[in-house]
């Protein structure tokens, strides 16, 4: 026969352990909300007029890049480096698995390829110049796991 110390025991034990699990839940989802937030505020970055002009520039200029000494007359060194700047932000977040890659994928995933394959012989001239190898290696790292990326998702369709 069971007691009553014995059944508040059962109950308090299954409080807490049902206390454990709520938390958790409430945990994961505050992660996954803070994540969301964060990207979206990237998002509000990356679609600001600022940058898409500092993005046009690029884009446009960047073939007249012929070393580094000519940065400053050819791209503008301003514009450059904010498109870099902003990708070296995202992959120092990716990295540090602060934010999750299906929704950087979802969200800058093309623009960060391309991007990175225009200015990628200028930032490797820029680390050679600067003897530098850290310059930009996040920017190169969240390439190189978009490329990842896009490497399974056309095996698994």
């Known amino acids: 026969m069971v007691d009553i110390q014995t059944v ?7 409080s807490v352990v049902a206390g454990i699990v709520y938390y958790a839940f409430q945990l994961r989802h505050q992660t996954k909300l803070r994540q969301t937030d964060l990207v979206m505020r990237l998002y509000d970055k990356f679609s600001s007029k600022d940058f898409q002009d500092a993005w046009e520039i690029l884009r446009k200029r960047i073939d007249e890049f012929k070393n580094i000494d000519e940065m400053d007359e050819t791209i503008g060194f301003r514009e450059a480096n904010m498109v870099c700047l902003f990708y070296e932000e995202i992959g120092i977040l990716l990295k540090r698995k602060l934010l999750d890659i299906s929704m950087i994928e979802d969200l800058f995933g093309g623009a960060i390829v391309m991007v990175w394959e225009k200015v990628k012989t200028a930032l490797l001239e ?8 850290a310059i930009f290696y996040y920017f190169e790292y969240l390439y190189n796991e978009m490329k990842k990326r896009e490497r399974q998702l056309a095996e698994t369709h």
């Not at 508040?8 to 299954?14: G, K, P, R």
Request: hydrophobic share 40%.
């Open 8 to 14: 508040s025991i059962i109950i308090a034990s299954a």
């Open 126 to 133: 820029a680390r050679r110049y600067y003897k530098d190898p």
